[in-house]
């Protein structure tokens, strides 16, 4: 999970499958409540990170990542063919990769408290003078930066299932 997230505010990753979990399993179905487990596909990921100044003059950094994917497997009962069952996916892996991403972002601010993300690089490229300032102190501002994450996946393509198999019963007690 962390090494992912590291990957994706890294700019590297390059490709990879991921499941996430859609709506609440009804045992049945349900037409306004999709349930079920979809495995995403990564085709283009693409990370941008800006370093911002917070209202109190500390450095932040705002890290914005776009994935495009798209479905390879489907359980459950979703039906792909409806738009919005594609947006809770959406939406589901979105969170998925924050969470990757805010666990990478703990791992090296809280456990490591080390610079593994190159943040530090990032302020560089942004702020010659405000990193020359900092730079000394660099290792004891970057446990405490602020990060603000925002991920939006897309998905455009859906594979060649669209719609859920019927469940049938065979009349047996």
């Known amino acids: 999970v962390e090494t992912r997230g590291l990957l994706w505010l890294r ?3 390059r490709g990879g499958v991921f499941n996430v979990r859609v709506g609440e399993p009804t045992g049945g179905g349900s037409e306004n409540k999709p349930a079920g487990v979809a495995a995403v596909e990564i085709i ?4 941008k990170l800006q370093p911002a100044f917070t209202p109190e003059g500390n450095i932040k950094i705002n890290a914005t990542l776009e ?3 798209k479905i390879d497997e489907a359980m459950g009962f979703l039906d792909l063919s409806r738009p919005d069952v594609i947006h809770a996916i959406e939406k589901a892996a979105a969170e998925v990769i924050r969470e990757e991403v ?3 972002l703990n791992k090296g601010q809280k456990e490591l408290q080390t610079d593994v993300l190159g943040f530090g690089e990032v ?3 942004w702020d010659k003078d405000y990193w020359r300032e ?3 102190e660099w290792d004891t501002i970057f446990p405490y930066l602020e990060a603000e994450i925002r991920v939006n996946v897309k998905i455009r393509y859906t594979g060649l299932v ?3 198999l019927p469940v049938t019963t065979s009349g047996q007690e």
Do not use: F
């Open 102 to 104: 805010i666990a990478a």
């Open 162 to 164: 669209s719609r859920p």
């Open 123 to 125: 302020v560089r490229r």
């Open 67 to 69: 994935c495009v994917g």
């Open 134 to 136: 900092h730079r000394a």
């Open 11 to 13: 700019g590297e990753l």
């Open 44 to 47: 283009r990921a693409k990370t």
